[in-house]
């Protein structure tokens, strides 16, 4: 299988580093996160001059046509950055939605206006009691007339304080965690009766809990069939996740970098300490960890769009424990081999730790993908025997 990236991913790459590296270093990033919203409108509008907030989405849409390996690289920019900007939010999980279930008025409405930079949009899904259960949902959404009323309150929405528009689930019939039942819709973020609390979040990121109370919404603002949100929702939470990993290899490359640049430079008894064999074993076991992360993104990254739901699984959940496992590793020696200063506010290594640790927690930490994975048969399914 060819690895190689072509002649316009390796352009995309190079626009895309060549941005983050010229304006995302680490005095720019702790400026950019006290800013109100956390992250900065200018570099947004940048984001979309490149191309990048329309990349995933179909040309006839007003997108650029980009598949699961556009968005790695994309992914792996903005995780060697420690970006702040809502990327994920907007372009992968709530523009996954659109992309998957949107009707074409919705797509053609919305898509043009996510890749110019002018409308940001947060999917609202997960509850307080769902933990990693995608399918509990308590919302609910009853018809009124012609259109529906929503009412509950959902959690930890990722920079859903700063979005225009929210995609909400909301159960239209069934039991709370029934797979079946849920529905999607398309609600303003002005619209009477929602309110939201936003907040920082440990890795300098922002989310906000979403209060619906009676919200009413038209008919047009169904997403997909109604009553299947569920199935959207996982397809595109699969796909983010191998954002999020992607991502995740990113920050690691940056964090081995680092600490090997700290070991060049840090003296102890008359020589850098990075002469010392024991801390050249500690910095190996970082690139081995970041290098066996890297391969299962790449396998993720391919599966991810794949048809195939059982296959997808399989894959996404192994590169889910892959990257917890490498994460903390690579984020616990790079600590140690700096000592207290890897520790302080003040050093960057400390922050990309927060990040990888977050990405490890977000829709399944790599306990909870490895009992997923166990419950498929492990990553090659064995075929029963008749």
Not at 38 to 54: H, P
Not at 89 to 112: D, H, M
Not at 292 to 311: G, K, L, P
Not at 320 to 337: C, F
């Amino acid at each position: 299988m060819d690895f190689d990236l072509t002649d316009e991913q390796r352009l995309l790459k190079d626009s895309v580093d060549r941005l983050v590296a010229d304006r995302y270093d680490f005095e720019a990033r702790n400026a950019i996160r006290k800013q109100p919203e956390g992250f900065s409108r200018e570099l947004w509008a940048q984001y979309a001059e490149l191309g990048i907030l329309g990349l995933p989405f179909a040309e006839e849409d007003g997108g650029f046509g980009g598949g699961a390996v556009e968005t790695m690289i994309v992914m792996e920019a903005l995780g060697r950055a420690l970006a702040l900007e809502p990327y994920v939010a907007t372009v992968i999980l709530a523009g996954g939605v659109l992309r998957r279930a949107g009707s074409a008025a919705q797509r053609q409405e919305l898509v043009p206006q996510i890749a110019g930079g002018e409308r940001l949009l947060a999917l609202a899904h997960g509850e307080r009691q769902a933990r990693y259960n995608l399918a509990d949902v308590a919302t609910t959404a009853q018809k009124d007339g012609d259109g529906w009323v929503l009412h509950g309150t959902k959690s930890t929405v990722l920079h859903g304080d700063a979005a225009d528009t929210l995609i909400v689930s909301a159960r239209v019939s069934g039991g709370q965690q029934d797979a079946d039942g849920v529905t999607l819709f398309l609600v303003p973020a002005d619209a009477a009766g929602l309110s939201r609390r936003g907040y920082p979040t440990q890795d300098a990121q922002r989310a906000a809990d979403i209060t619906l109370a009676n919200v009413r919404v038209g008919a047009d603002a169904v997403i997909g069939a109604p009553g299947q949100g569920i199935e959207v929702v996982r397809r595109v939470v699969d796909e983010t996740i191998a954002a999020l990993c992607a991502e995740a290899v990113g920050a690691m490359e940056a964090t081995l970098h680092l600490t090997v640049d700290y070991l060049k430079t840090r003296t102890q008894f008359g020589r850098p300490i990075g002469n010392f064999q024991t801390l050249q074993h500690q910095s190996v076991d970082i690139f081995v960890a970041l290098e066996q992360a890297r391969s299962m993104t790449m396998y993720a990254t391919m599966m991810a769009r794949s048809d195939d739901a059982a296959e997808r699984a399989r894959a996404v959940a192994a590169a889910k424990v892959q990257i917890g496992r490498s994460g903390r590793l690579a984020g616990q020696k790079a600590i140690q081999l700096h000592g207290g200063v890897g520790m302080t506010q003040e050093y960057k290594v400390g922050h990309y730790f927060k990040r990888l640790t977050i990405i490890d927690l977000m829709f399944g930490d790599a306990d909870h993908h490895l009992a997923i994975l166990a419950q498929l048969g492990g990553l090659i399914a064995t075929e029963k025997a008749a």
